[in-house]
């Protein structure tokens, strides 16, 4: 059974940084997709970063509120996704959820439904 657990969740000043990781355990595949999604108290859930592995072609895609803040890696050897998140803003306050999706499979912020797999979540809280 495929599970990812996300961790690196945690409160923060505007301005600071962290890092969130999530180990996606009984997951075979060379190739797929993954992401992180976050979801904020009376908000729907929102796609923030996207990527694929073990392809050709190397997909990544942000939501434009992130961009140039965070990045979104795999680390191949763990089997982990990463999302760094420099200068954070009371806004980013969510809870994080890490979503994955063996072949075929397709990089999206926009189709909760394209991923298969989910977390349980890691809660970020940015304070002014």
């Known amino acids: 059974q495929v599970q990812p657990v996300e961790s690196g969740g945690d409160s923060v000043q505007a301005g600071r940084s962290l890092r969130l990781s999530c180990a996606v355990s009984?997951?075979?595949?060379?190739?797929?997709?993954m992401a992180w999604f976050r979801q904020a108290p009376g908000k729907e859930r929102e796609g923030v970063a996207a990527l694929n592995f073990g392809f050709a072609f190397r997909a990544t895609d942000y939501v434009d509120s992130v961009k140039g803040r965070f990045t979104i890696s795999r680390d191949s050897a763990k089997s982990t996704l990463n999302l760094q998140m420099n200068d954070l803003k009371p806004e980013d306050t969510a809870m994080y959820y890490c979503?994955?999706?063996?072949?075929?499979?397709?990089?999206?912020?926009?189709?909760?439904?394209?991923?298969?797999?989910w977390g349980q979540g890691t809660q970020v809280t940015v304070s002014s």
């Open positions: 979503a994955a999706e063996s072949p075929p499979c397709i990089v999206t912020l926009a189709r909760t439904g394209a991923y298969r797999y």
């Open positions: 009984g997951y075979t595949d060379s190739r797929g997709c």
